[in-house]
């Protein structure tokens, strides 16, 4: 028998997302009623159900907003797939909370990187938590999931990829750099960084600015400033 890898998503804005998505099979969109009227320029069928549906689906302390579908996962993606151009992709070494990888997701969206990529051995399930706080960018934005992160980044280098890696020590802060031509940003996790050997494949290791001792940002936010500082560089050499 074949495996139902069906999964459940919530979140007005990831739902409605998904549903405008062709490349995403929707087995059942549901809403409270006072949303019923959300979906009504998609061709989709909607059903109303009430909040006990709800609570039985995703529990009583789930902020759903009142949408949820259910939904096959997306098509697997690859490096290879990516168009030759030179909006950065981000890699995630070892970020593991859902909270963040949906929030990279969101920030990859907004300020134009073209794909998030992670090891398979040290990355979430993509789950409805993902795809909420993505709120609508995990059906944008490639999530890709590798292997190999350091052999991702090797091929990336032999494509004309620049590896510009965050960190604490970093030699230079990133809006002393020229990022005009094409990068991947790598992010560690927030309590280990990047693990030794990713490290050591950046051709850059920048820093964030900040004042006074407190200098810690989780992955999202690290993620989110480093990405405008990116487009906002290619925004003025445009």
């Known amino acids: 028998m074949a495996k139902d890898n069906r999964i459940w998503i919530y979140g007005k804005h990831a739902v409605r997302a998904a549903v405008l998505n062709k490349a995403r099979h929707i087995f059942r969109v549901i809403v409270?009623?006072?949303?019923?009227?959300?979906?009504?320029?998609?061709?989709?069928?909607?059903?109303?159900?009430?909040?006990?549906?709800?609570?039985?689906?995703?529990?009583?302390?789930?902020?759903?907003?009142?949408?949820?579908?259910?939904?096959?996962?997306?098509?697997?993606?690859?490096?290879?797939?990516?168009?030759?151009?030179?909006?950065?992709?981000?890699?995630?070494?070892?970020?593991?909370d859902p909270q963040n990888v949906g929030s990279i997701l969101r920030a990859s969206a907004v300020f134009g990187a073209k794909a998030v990529v992670?090891?398979?051995?040290?990355?979430?399930?993509?789950?409805?938590?993902?795809?909420?706080?993505?709120?609508?960018?995990?059906?944008?934005?490639?999530?890709?999931?590798?292997?190999?992160?350091?052999?991702?980044?090797?091929?990336?280098?032999?494509?004309?990829?620049?590896?510009?890696?965050?960190?604490?020590?970093?030699?230079?802060?990133?809006?002393e750099m020229d990022l005009s031509g094409k990068f991947v940003l790598i992010i560690g996790s927030e309590g280990q960084g990047m693990r030794r050997l990713t490290r050591e494949n950046c051709d850059f290791l920048v820093q964030l600015p900040s004042v006074g001792k407190f200098t810690t940002l989780n992955a999202a936010q690290a993620a989110t400033i480093s990405l405008y500082e990116i487009l906002r560089q290619k925004g003025s050499n445009n």
């Open 118 to 175: 992670l090891p398979e051995a040290h990355a979430p399930e993509v789950t409805a938590v993902i795809a909420k706080v993505a709120s609508g960018a995990l059906e944008t934005v490639p999530l890709i999931k590798v292997k190999n992160l350091v052999q991702s980044l090797k091929f990336l280098k032999k494509s004309g990829y620049w590896c510009l890696g965050l960190d604490e020590r970093g030699d230079k802060k990133i809006g």
């Open 32 to 96: 409270l009623p006072q949303n019923r009227d959300f979906f009504t320029d998609c061709s989709i069928k909607v059903d109303v159900v009430d909040k006990n549906y709800f609570s039985s689906l995703f529990g009583k302390d789930v902020i759903h907003q009142g949408c949820a579908a259910q939904v096959m996962p997306l098509d697997e993606f690859f490096l290879e797939d990516l168009p030759d151009d030179d909006r950065p992709i981000v890699f995630l070494d070892q970020v593991t």
